[in-house]
């Protein structure tokens, strides 16, 4: 896992942009919601916990997660608990709230591009793998051994999505059970 790469200023500023924006609206929700009478602040890492999934989703590489987990702690630390405006760490849970906010933020990154819908054609597949591809080059097509073997490998995740109430992609969930 790489941590930093060599990525274009246009890249660079792209994932700033966005971290920023994200990080800003969670903070201005939270914010909003917490000075609302009979508010919960329970809801606010979740908030933040949310935005850490669309930055790991909308940014390139494993930084911008990282760098959210750690402007996430500190901005519920500092605005949303006692003694407000203060940061202190001392505070029971903080260490544990700072590894789940980054164990979220590089698993949500990992994860992400592996996911493909279970109907995904062949070279959608042979793209997540080096092996997958250099079958899909040679033959044009892929076998089942191979495909096991990188699912094995956790190189793409088969999903399924549906409605159950709505009765829809149940069908297909089923066939391949």
């Known amino acids: 896992m790489k941590l930093i790469k060599n990525i274009s200023k246009k890249d660079f500023a792209r994932n700033t942009?966005?971290?920023f924006l994200l990080m800003t609206m969670a903070t201005i929700i939270s914010f909003v919601l917490f000075y609302t009478p009979n508010f919960s602040p329970s809801v606010i890492a979740p908030i933040y916990i949310l935005v850490l999934i669309l930055i790991g989703t909308y940014t390139t590489g494993y930084l911008p997660g990282i760098i959210a987990s750690v402007i996430s702690v500190i901005c519920i630390n500092?605005?949303?608990?006692?003694?407000?405006?203060q940061l202190?760490?001392?505070?029971?849970?903080?260490?544990?709230t700072f590894i789940v906010m980054l164990s979220i933020s590089l698993m949500q990154?990992?994860?992400?591009?592996?996911?493909?819908?279970?109907?995904?054609?062949?070279?959608?597949?042979a793209l997540c793998d080096e092996r997958l591809m250099a079958e899909y080059l040679e033959s044009g097509t892929l076998t089942e051994t191979n495909l096991a073997a990188a699912l094995a490998r956790r190189e793409w995740f088969p999903c399924f999505w549906g409605a159950a109430l709505r009765q829809e992609?149940?069908?297909?969930?089923l066939e391949v059970c």
Request: with cysteine; net charge negative; aromatic share 16%.
């Open 88 to 96: 202190n760490f001392t505070i029971t849970g903080y260490p544990l």
């Open 17 to 19: 942009i966005i971290t």
């Open 109 to 125: 990154r990992k994860l992400s591009p592996a996911c493909l819908p279970h109907d995904t054609d062949e070279e959608a597949l």
């Open 78 to 85: 500092f605005l949303f608990t006692y003694p407000y405006f």
């Open 169 to 173: 992609g149940i069908a297909d969930l």
